[in-house]
């Protein structure tokens, strides 16, 4: 991307853009030869580097690395796996398939990676609400012949057309710099709930070699980016007070004076040790390698495990107006952190960002450090997790329409249903493996 003015810029083709700014992405107009195809994208945030910006603080938050593992794995469950709806009495259950019996979507997965692949699409959906993968079409453009998925951080949506409808993606490792060399662009389907038929439709008409269908939840009154929820633990401060305790606990350690006494010794010990004469006798000098010898015997005598329960006898003096003097005085060295200040602060603010993130603090150990434990009970974990799986199926509507898509576009059998059992956890009285597969 070349800069040709103050918010103008080329990139790539024979399109210049003007960008002026707008609270959640830029307004693109074309300054020269209008092509809603040639190189122009929306900003993710007003300089365009809000997932960069995000992951450096995200990276740094023990918390919240802590609260998306949770989440997806719990999404995730026990892997992809193929189901089919079966009459069981008076209810319908979800019968699990062999994947050996399909074996042209056997040698899919396989050659695509497919599970691997879907642990990807879960993070970033979970991370951004927002997962980009590409399908490859065949030649003639009847069949999916592969699916990849693209880094949420890397991709950003093309403008939209005088119709309202964006039809690209734009692809970059290094968003800072924008180089139109290492930038790519791969056609959207522009219509998220188009059916399979009319995706390929449209990929044939425009002579498609392949095209990505985002995975997204629903908007609310974004434009394209969606908002996440659990993003306002990072916007309302709570994530930096959480950040700031370690820098500063970091700065006390460093900075700290490393003592646990402080040691006065009057001149007048001095004195009364070697006598008057012997004391104003000797040079300045001589005076400080006496001090200096004091010093390291009382050092040796309260330093070490030898001196543990020792005690120290100072003697008392009086001076010329009969007032008590201290010949030596041991007095701690308060400190200053060892009541573990801030960490109240620190453990309030990653229990805000894991309610952000629906999840409960126990099921990573949340609680105060050196304080109270209150990371939960077996119970406590086990019905957290209950309640967070059960939560699972609203989010999986998202991320198992990439097998639908992929199983309506190439006529696999119709009646397959793509999901993510959990393994339910339970008391080894009711189970000696302590868990059961369910699906929700």
């Given at each position: 991307?070349?800069?040709?003015?103050?918010?103008?810029?080329?990139?790539?083709?024979?399109?210049?853009?003007?960008?002026?700014?707008?609270?959640?992405?830029?307004?693109?107009?074309?300054?020269?030869?209008?092509n809603?195809?040639?190189?122009?994208?929306?900003?993710?945030?007003?300089?365009?580097l809000?997932?960069?910006r995000?992951?450096?603080k995200?990276?740094?938050?023990?918390?919240?690395?802590?609260?998306?593992?949770?989440?997806?794995?719990?999404?995730?469950?026990?892997?992809?796996?193929?189901?089919?709806?079966?009459?069981?009495?008076?209810?319908?259950?979800?019968?699990?398939?062999?994947?050996?019996?399909?074996?042209?979507?056997?040698?899919?997965?396989?050659?695509?990676?497919?599970?691997?692949?879907?642990?990807?699409?879960?993070?970033?959906?979970?991370?951004?609400?927002?997962?980009?993968?590409?399908?490859?079409?065949?030649?003639?453009?009847?069949?999916?012949?592969?699916?990849?998925?693209?880094?949420?951080?890397?991709?950003?949506?093309?403008?939209?057309?005088?119709?309202?409808?964006?039809?690209?993606?734009?692809?970059?490792?290094?968003?800072?710099?924008?180089?139109?060399?290492?930038?790519?662009?791969?056609?959207?389907?522009?219509?998220?709930?188009?059916?399979?038929?009319?995706?390929?439709?449209?990929?044939?008409?425009?002579?498609?070699?392949?095209?990505?269908?985002?995975?997204?939840?629903?908007?609310?009154?974004?434009?394209?980016?969606?908002?996440?929820?659990?993003?306002?633990?990072?916007?309302?401060?709570?994530?930096?007070?959480?950040?700031?305790?370690?820098?500063?606990?970091?700065?006390?350690?460093?900075n700290?004076?490393?003592?646990?006494?402080?040691?006065?010794?009057?001149?007048?010990?001095?004195?009364?040790?070697?006598?008057?004469?012997d004391?104003?006798?000797?040079?300045?000098?001589?005076?400080?390698?006496?001090?200096?010898?004091?010093?390291?015997?009382?050092?040796?005598?309260m330093?070490?495990?030898?001196?543990?329960?020792?005690?120290?006898?100072?003697?008392?003096?009086?001076?010329?107006?009969?007032?008590?003097?201290?010949?030596?005085?041991v007095?701690?060295?308060?400190?200053?952190?060892?009541?573990?200040?801030?960490?109240?602060?620190?453990?309030?603010?990653?229990?805000?960002?894991?309610?952000?993130?629906?999840?409960?603090?126990?099921?990573?150990?949340?609680?105060?450090?050196?304080?109270?434990?209150?990371?939960?009970?077996?119970?406590?974990?086990?019905?957290?997790?209950?309640?967070?799986?059960?939560?699972?199926?609203?989010?999986?509507?998202?991320?198992?329409?990439?097998?639908?898509?992929?199983?309506?576009?190439?006529?696999?059998?119709?009646?397959l249903?793509?999901?993510?059992?959990?393994?339910?956890?339970?008391?080894?009285?009711?189970?000696?493996?302590?868990?059961?597969?369910?699906?929700?």
């Open positions: 991307m070349k800069k040709l003015d103050k918010d103008i810029y080329h990139v790539g083709g024979s399109a210049a853009l003007v960008f002026t700014k707008s609270p959640r992405f830029a307004k693109a107009e074309v300054a020269m030869e209008k809603a195809d040639d190189g122009e994208f929306s900003l993710w945030g007003d300089d365009n809000y997932p960069q995000f992951l450096a995200f990276n740094r938050t023990d918390a919240a690395v802590g609260g998306i593992e949770v989440l997806t794995t719990a999404h995730y469950g026990n892997g992809f796996k193929l189901f089919k709806e079966k009459n069981k009495g008076d209810s319908i259950v979800q019968e699990q398939q062999l994947l050996s019996d399909f074996p042209e979507i056997k040698s899919f997965f396989s050659k695509v990676k497919f599970p691997k692949m879907l642990t990807g699409i879960i993070a970033d959906f979970e991370v951004f609400r927002l997962a980009f993968p590409e399908y490859l079409l065949s030649p003639n453009g009847d069949k999916i012949i592969s699916v990849k998925r693209h880094r949420t951080a890397w991709c950003r949506f093309g403008v939209p057309d005088k119709s309202g409808y964006v039809r690209k993606v734009f692809i970059n490792s290094d968003w800072e710099t924008a180089n139109a060399d290492i930038t790519v662009s791969v056609d959207l389907i522009p219509d998220e709930f188009a059916s399979a038929d009319e995706i390929k439709e449209y990929a044939k008409s425009r002579k498609l070699k392949s095209f990505i269908l985002p995975v997204t939840s629903n908007l609310m009154t974004e434009k394209l980016y969606p908002a996440v929820g659990w993003h306002s633990s990072f916007n309302n401060g709570w994530v930096d007070t959480v950040l700031s305790v370690p820098e500063f606990k970091l700065s006390m350690f460093i700290q004076l490393n003592m646990k006494y402080l040691v006065y010794v009057s001149d007048e010990f001095m004195v009364r040790r070697y006598g008057a004469e004391w104003e006798s000797i040079s300045a000098a001589e005076r400080e390698m006496k001090r200096e010898e004091l010093a390291r015997k009382i050092d040796d005598h330093s070490g495990n030898k001196a543990a329960g020792r005690s120290l006898t100072s003697p008392y003096f009086r001076d010329n107006n009969g007032q008590m003097i201290k010949g030596i005085e007095v701690p060295v308060d400190d200053k952190i060892k009541d573990g200040n801030f960490l109240p602060d620190a453990a309030a603010g990653n229990s805000q960002i894991l309610f952000a993130m629906a999840v409960d603090p126990s099921l990573i150990g949340a609680g105060i450090p050196g304080g109270k434990n209150l990371s939960g009970s077996g119970s406590d974990k086990r019905e957290a997790y209950t309640i967070l799986c059960s939560k699972m199926p609203y989010k999986r509507i998202c991320t198992t329409e990439i097998f639908n898509i992929i199983r309506d576009y190439n006529g696999w059998d119709a009646d249903i793509g999901n993510f059992p959990n393994q339910n956890l339970t008391t080894l009285d009711k189970n000696p493996a302590g868990v059961k597969e369910i699906i929700l």
